[in-house]
């Protein structure tokens, strides 16, 4: 069954973006949004937030958000977590280095806050995941 999509698991390690992006996803779009600023919090907050979205920017120290996505997708009950990059390398042959991770899109840093929520929507029904 497709269900419009709700949670939004963020990761972003600078604040000042992570305050726009989630400012714009809860209160523009509507979104509820559990940010982390690493990948370890990331998969720390899978099973009490259970996103139905990762939103992940491509570069974090420590663990970033392609390996943080396999991370989840090993975790059992996770295997097909749908997934959107975010990132400011965001140039055609960068994404080609993503096209093999089976997620939905790219979305370019910067970004607009305002159309944000609609891109990802856009991505999620163009998926057929929902509305």
């Known amino acids: 069954m497709l269900e419009p999509l709700e949670r939004i698991l963020y990761l972003e390690d600078v604040q000042a973006i992570a305050d726009v992006a989630v400012m714009a996803l809860e209160d523009i779009a509507g979104f509820q949004v559990r940010h982390a600023d690493r990948g370890a919090k990331a998969l720390a907050s899978l099973d009490s937030f259970r996103p139905q979205l990762c939103l992940f920017d491509v570069m974090v120290p420590d663990m970033d958000g392609p390996e943080t996505l396999r991370q989840i997708r090993a975790t059992a ?55």
């Open 77 to 131: 009950g996770h295997a097909g977590m749908p997934a959107i990059f975010i990132t400011a390398k965001a140039q055609a042959h960068e994404q080609e280095k993503y096209a093999h991770m089976d997620i939905l899109g790219v979305i370019a840093k910067p970004f607009d806050p305002i159309s944000l929520g609609d891109t990802i929507r856009e991505m999620w029904a163009k998926a057929g995941l929902g509305a």
